[in-house]
């Protein structure tokens, strides 16, 4: 086959959760197709949570993921929340957030770990890693353990959360908890520095791809904060915040022909959502461990290659341990004490704002009078990933186009798992044969 | 030893390990694969009963199943199993007496082959000294929620088998 001449067609792109599609046709150095195809079926969450209690919704859409369902039930909550007009008290706000970097932590390190290192090591997959490199594998059991009991720990399970509810939570962590819990998180930063040393012996794998992107994240300033949680939305081509409840003025969500899910844009024809964009407009907040790890990578405020989110999740990682000791420790000052919340239905409608690990997560939902849900608008993240996928491909083929066949479709798969996408589950049973 | 139940809230001590782990595997909103799950369930109801053991749903966890095995002694996992048999035929056998008949995409974490994830802790030095599996032949794996009668009317024997498992010592 000619240079430039090239079928790639990857149905489906393995190693993210749910299913893409890759296609790339060119002919001597033409690009006749060249498509990012999201064949998922719609899921019609919004139709289900129609008539549904406002006490209902967050047990519900927590269902749309395995991997963030803690950040759908913390947008969700706080969209009814804002909805039915219920403030919540500061010891459950941090709570709440503790929880948050639990799923953080958790879907992070899984990203790192089994989804994106065998790219690094050059592997299919993580099996083969167990042999490469068994001290990160077993550092990497260790840590999603952790993460997966924290989560056990203050979300009352690891998946789909049962503590939260409209003003609060339905059970507190104890003391001795928290002080078990901290211990754990202290013991963890060690094992994540052997991480992020690992990923490093073997970052020069990491394509160096940079195009100008718009990176849009939360932004809080009072007090500024690396948030996950709090605050307004911003982007890297915007000096101003905006309100959580004008989020459809930042997503300005379209239909795509080769696409079941709606594609976003703002100031430039796409935008970008993730680790990488809220470390490119936060990376001053970040805790003093996590700036180092950012620094050992070079790692700067401005960076443009989307291959390095997997990077900027590792940072990340670190960040949500480290401030979490911090959090702990001013919970234990304060001491935690039993709350009893009462909350009543009213009309209203308002939006809810998390940042999931794969980036900025809207829910808005609107009740009538005795709390029934009479309409609802989710944009996950990954949706909002789709139209700027497809312009990185646009940039990055025609730079690689000599480069052999597998190479490209390496490459083209590498930069597709470097954003995390997320969907769906399947069945998995055992087949056997029996050999004595 | 304190008895810990993941099923629901966990309350338990954050520390805490049993040396014997039983995990249940599978998706019970498609039919007879679930029979893990609602095995380990029924098994957990009873807990108080084995101090010394931690009943674990771990549905399609996938990769989630290694940690669970670092560090202990003995681990039981109940699957359903394609394994030539009748629909509703319980076998207990050690992963060692079987190979496995499945191709893995690596498409995600939730697709797991459990035999190659017990041999990546093994690798690991992390697997348990005794690892038993309990597989039960399905009738039907369909989008279904609820077992197929022919598995449902066997249930009490299956946890009957099980609770003699988590009676006895090793048998290997």
Redesign the interface.
């Known amino acids: 086959m000619s240079k430039g001449t090239v079928n790639i067609n990857v149905h489906?792109v393995?190693?993210?959760?749910?299913h893409g599609n890759i296609v790339l046709n060119a002919n001597n150095g033409k690009i006749e197709k060249l498509e990012w195809q999201v064949p998922e079926a719609p899921r019609f969450f919004e139709a289900m949570v129609r008539g549904r209690s406002y006490e209902d919704i967050q047990t519900i859409v927590t269902r749309i993921c395995?991997i963030c369902s803690i950040t759908h039930s913390l947008a969700s909550t706080k969209a009814v929340e804002n909805a039915i007009g219920v403030k919540v008290s500061e010891q459950a706000d941090k709570v709440r957030i503790l929880m948050h970097y639990s799923e953080q932590l958790q879907s992070h390190v899984?990203h790192v770990g089994?989804?994106a290192a065998p790219d690094f090591f050059g592997v299919?997959?993580?099996?083969p890693l167990?042999?490469m490199a068994?001290d990160a594998?077993?550092t990497i059991?260790?840590l999603?353990?952790l993460a997966?009991?924290w989560s056990?720990?203050i979300a009352?399970?690891?998946?789909h959360p049962?503590?939260l509810k409209p003003g609060g939570l339905t059970?507190f962590p104890t003391e001795k908890?928290l002080r078990?819990?901290q211990e754990?998180l202290k013991k963890c930063l060690p094992d994540l520095k052997v991480v992020a040393e690992v990923v490093l012996s073997v970052a020069g794998n990491i394509p160096k791809f940079d195009r100008p992107t718009e990176y849009v994240a939360l932004k809080q300033t009072n007090p500024p904060t690396y948030t996950f949680y709090h605050g307004d939305i911003t982007s890297t081509d915007y000096d101003g915040a905006v309100a959580i409840n004008d989020w459809k003025t930042v997503a300005n969500e379209y239909v795509s022909d080769q696409s079941t899910a709606k594609w976003t844009k703002w100031h430039r024809d796409s935008y970008a959502v993730g680790a990488l964009a809220r470390f490119n407009n936060n990376a001053e907040h970040l805790s003093p461990t996590a700036q180092a790890v950012a620094k050992m990578f070079g790692l700067e405020k401005g960076n443009c290659n989307p291959y390095m989110n997997t990077v900027a999740q590792l940072v990340e990682a670190v960040h949500v341990v480290e401030v979490s000791i911090q959090m702990i420790d001013e919970l234990l000052t304060k001491g935690i004490k039993p709350e009893t919340v009462k909350v009543s239905p009213k009309a209203g409608k308002a939006s809810g704002c998390v940042e999931a690990p794969r980036g900025i997560l809207f829910h808005e939902y609107e009740f009538d009078r005795k709390g029934h849900c009479v309409g609802a608008d989710i944009c996950i993240p990954t949706n909002q990933n789709h139209a700027n996928i497809q312009k990185d491909f646009e940039a990055l083929v025609p730079q690689i186009l000599d480069e052999p066949e597998d190479q490209i479709r390496l490459k083209l798969e590498m930069l597709v798992r470097s954003y995390d996408p997320c969907v769906s589950?399947?069945?998995?049973?055992?087949?056997?044969?029996?050999?004595? | 030893m304190k008895c810990e139940v993941?099923m629901?809230?966990?309350?338990s001590?954050?520390?805490l390990q049993t040396s014997t782990v039983v995990l249940g595997?599978?998706?019970p909103l498609?039919a007879d694969?679930g029979i893990g799950v609602r095995l380990v369930e029924r098994l957990a109801a009873s807990a108080a009963e084995y101090p010394d053991v931690e009943f674990v749903d771990v549905?399609?966890g996938?990769?989630?199943i290694?940690?669970h095995l670092?560090g202990r002694r003995k681990a039981v996992f109940i699957?359903?199993?394609?394994?030539?048999d009748e629909p509703g035929t319980i076998r207990r056998?050690v992963p060692d007496?079987?190979?496995?008949?499945?191709v893995?995409?690596?498409?995600?974490?939730?697709?797991?082959d459990?035999?190659?994830i017990i041999d990546?802790a093994r690798?690991?030095g992390?697997a348990p000294e005794e690892i038993v599996?309990f597989?039960i032949e399905?009738q039907r794996?369909e989008p279904a929620l609820g077992l197929s009668p022919i598995l449902a009317d066997r249930i009490e024997e299956y946890v009957t088998l099980l609770r003699q498992e988590l009676g006895r010592e090793s048998m290997i």
């Open positions: 489906h393995t190693r993210i959760e749910g395995g899984l089994y989804l299919p997959s993580v099996v167990v042999g068994p594998v077993k059991i260790g999603h353990r997966n009991e056990d720990l009352g399970r690891t998946t049962v503590t059970k908890e078990a819990l754990r589950c399947s069945t998995h049973m055992l087949d056997v044969k029996f050999v004595r | 993941k629901g809230l966990q309350t001590n954050f520390e595997l599978g998706n498609m694969e549905g399609t996938g990769l989630s290694l940690y670092e699957d359903c199993a394609y394994m030539g056998f007496a079987v190979r496995s008949a499945k893995l995409a690596h498409r995600s974490l939730h697709e797991a459990l035999l190659r990546m690798q690991l992390q599996i597989g399905p794996i």
